[in-house]
């Protein structure tokens, strides 16, 4: 099956901390989470939205309050399946559980 985005290793751990359902995932937070710099994170996830794959939306509230709003991106409920079908094709395993999620050395693994 062919993809509209390059698969990387970086952007197979991006898909899959989407995956976990997070409602407040913003770039620096999954960069964080999967210890990739935010300079191939945000690449990630803006051509996975510009193909469809991924939503984002702007944070609500005062900016004030405690800086600049984030961007939150969440995975499109339409390509679950397919995502978990790419993961468990390029790892060999059942994505998208937290028990699975440290991927990195120095990832936290926790959400």
């Known amino acids: 099956m062919g993809y509209p985005f390059r698969i990387t290793e970086a952007t197979l751990d991006v898909i899959e901390v989407l995956m976990t359902g997070d409602?407040?995932?913003y770039g620096l937070k999954i960069a964080k989470q999967i210890g990739r710099p935010t300079g191939s994170v945000f690449p990630i996830l803006m051509r996975l939205e510009e193909c469809g794959w991924v939503t984002s939306e702007w944070e609500e509230g005062d900016a004030d309050s405690r800086g600049p709003r984030?961007?939150?991106?969440?995975?499109?409920?339409d390509c679950l399946g397919e995502a978990r079908t790419l993961l468990a094709s390029k790892r060999g395993r059942t994505a998208g559980r937290s028990a699975n999620l440290a991927l990195r050395p120095g990832w936290e693994g926790g959400l």
């Open 70 to 77: 984030r961007r939150f991106y969440h995975l499109h409920p």
């Open 23 to 25: 409602d407040h995932l």
